[in-house]
């Protein structure tokens, strides 16, 4: 209190002296003013006038602009913190995160591991085996906590077990209940009093609910199945490269309204799935769908169901738009790349940015469930995205939650039309070529999704097979030739696509040298050509790089 009062006393005696300080200013302006105005018209004097008027003036516009910045800053920043409330459910372990340590204190009892952070403590621990995990956990209240952390469970459930483990409410869980044939139960609501992001992040994106905002966009374009003929549709949306919605189709396949988890529970229970990487019996991956709480969710992304479940494959008719008619890769008839997939997943799972391989353009069915999704042009890279510069290699978050989190209040920062909408049963999303595009499933979600090369996106899917490191879907022997083995099938089998392949690509390069012709005709093509003195070489050169 004395501290308090002594402080109060300061910025008492300081604020009296700034206001004798100002008072002082404004008499010496007054009295100069009015020398002025009563005629002592010197140099000196009119300059002594005439200064403080103006400075008082700037100062005061500029505390004005500076105050009105603040403020619309202070209402952006409001605006964005209001949006960015997260329903975020407390942790069984009383695990917060590290800014609530300036208010209730860290109890970090992790002995000589102090020195170290909490992301290389996880690191640590995660080279032990399942029982050094459980024994490390008796140590101190903190390495309990740390002992809980799921992402390290995940790795040694997937590890020893693969998809053939049982679901137990965790991945701790999990795997004591596979390999012991027993359930834990999750124990009594300890608090550890620890504060650590790295465990506490993890925590709020599995238990987060998905905010109304991230869901109130829609700017997508619609067309009618019934109403757009395949002419119009490639002129409205294909060619010009432009995402759409389609409604009022897949509603008529016998898939529709029939499935759901129940259905696959009921039909293919002992049928293995393709599920993130490992094979997985169905009725395993429902109960797991149902009952998980995990912020890196297990997908069922299989491309061979069809062969597992022919049924499956008959159950759905592949739209106009998209025919084998129109795909040229269907002209490879057995070896061509992967191109359909049955798609499963719990909420809050899905896929991060990335963009449909080999230069396909894709269309994407929603049976059951409700997605969201996010669409960026192809030249602009989504905020938290770190692509290479040739495309192999894509770095993001690896929880979907996670990026909506942190990043997706970013994107009206990219300048760009980035298009989003609400999937729900019975439509079909239409992903040109070179879209960067993210999926979240709103509900637990079942859609069927194929890929496909048509003649207006020939070129772009050519340029792409050009590296045999982005060839995707096909053996890796076959994939530096895979190039012209794709070209020969259009050549032999539909020469009139390559006959429309070609013509386009002249009415391209065409374009581009009667643009670069316009560059070098106008001045600025003049004054470089005089400053670099631009021979045959560079000519050619130069025109690279412009295309490019």
């Known amino acids: 209190e004395k501290k308090n009062m002594e402080i109060v006393d300061l910025s008492d005696q300081w604020s009296g002296r700034e206001a004798k300080k100002d008072a002082n200013v404004r008499v010496d302006r007054e009295s100069s003013l009015n020398s002025w105005v009563e005629g002592e018209d010197t140099d000196v004097q009119c300059a002594a006038a005439k200064k403080p008027t103006r400075e008082v003036e700037g100062v005061a516009d500029k505390r004005k602009r500076k105050s009105a910045g603040k ?6 920043r409001s605006k964005v ?76 459930v997937l590890r020893r077990f693969g998809g053939n483990f049982i679901w137990n409410k965790s991945w701790r869980g999990t795997y004591i209940a596979t390999r012991k044939k027993s359930k834990e139960e999750f124990p009594l609501r300890i608090n550890t009093g620890l504060c650590s992001d790295v465990l506490f992040h993890s925590w709020m994106c599995k238990t987060t ?20 003929s395949v002419k119009e549709f490639v002129t409205r949306f294909e060619r010009p490269n432009i995402p759409a919605l389609i409604r009022g189709c897949a509603n008529k396949w016998k898939c529709f309204g029939k499935w759901n988890p129940q259905f696959f529970e009921k039909e293919y229970s002992k049928t293995h799935f393709h599920v993130g990487g490992y094979s997985m019996r169905m009725d395993r991956y429902i109960r797991y769908m149902r009952e998980c709480c995990d912020d890196q969710t297990l997908y069922l992304f299989d491309k061979k169901f069809h062969e597992a479940a022919p049924i499956l494959g008959k159950e759905y008719v592949v739209p106009k738009y998209f025919s084998s008619k129109r795909d040229l890769f269907s002209l490879l008839d057995n070896r061509r790349p992967d191109y359909k997939w049955l798609i499963m997943g719990p909420k809050r799972s899905g896929s991060t940015f990335h963009k449909d391989p080999n230069g396909t353009s894709a269309w994407n069915a929603c049976i059951h469930g409700l997605k969201k999704w996010i669409l960026i042009p192809p030249n602009t890279l989504p905020c938290g995205v770190h692509a290479s510069v040739d495309g192999v290699d894509v770095t993001s978050p690896v929880s979907l939650v996670e990026w909506f ?46 890929n496909y090369v048509s003649t207006s996106n020939l070129s772009k899917s050519l ?86």
């Open 71 to 76: 403020d619309e800053k202070c209402a952006k």
């Open 405 to 450: 989190i942190n990043f997706y209040h970013q994107l009206d920062d990219l300048g760009v039309n980035v298009i989003e909408c609400i999937q729900h049963p019975g439509d079909i999303i239409f992903v040109p070529c070179g879209w960067w595009h993210c999926v979240l499933n709103v509900k637990e979600s079942i859609a069927i999704t194929q």
């Open 463 to 548: 340029n792409a097979l050009r590296l045999p490191e982005l060839v995707s879907g096909v053996p890796k022997e076959r994939r530096s030739s895979f190039r012209e083995e794709f070209l020969t099938a259009i050549k032999t089998k539909a020469p009139e696509s390559y006959e429309e392949y070609l013509s386009m690509s002249k009415k391209k390069k065409f374009c581009k040298n009667s643009n670069l012709a316009k560059l070098f005709q106008s001045d600025e093509g003049t004054k470089l050509d005089q400053e670099n003195e631009l021979d045959g070489e560079d000519i050619e050169e130069a025109t690279f790089k412009f295309s490019f």
């Open 209 to 228: 609910e998905i905010p109304e905002q991230w869901l109130s966009k829609e700017n997508i374009s619609v067309c009618s199945y019934d109403k757009v």
């Open 81 to 156: 913190e209001e949006d960015r409330k997260w329903v975020v459910s407390s942790h069984p372990l009383g695990i917060q995160s590290l800014g609530m340590s300036l208010h209730e204190g860290n109890k970090r009892n992790v002995g000589n591991f102090r020195v170290l952070n909490d992301l290389t403590i996880v690191r640590i621990i995660g080279h032990l085996d399942a029982k050094d995990m459980l024994k490390i956990g008796l140590v101190s209240k903190a390495m309990l906590a740390f002992s809980f952390h799921d992402d390290l469970w995940r790795v040694l």
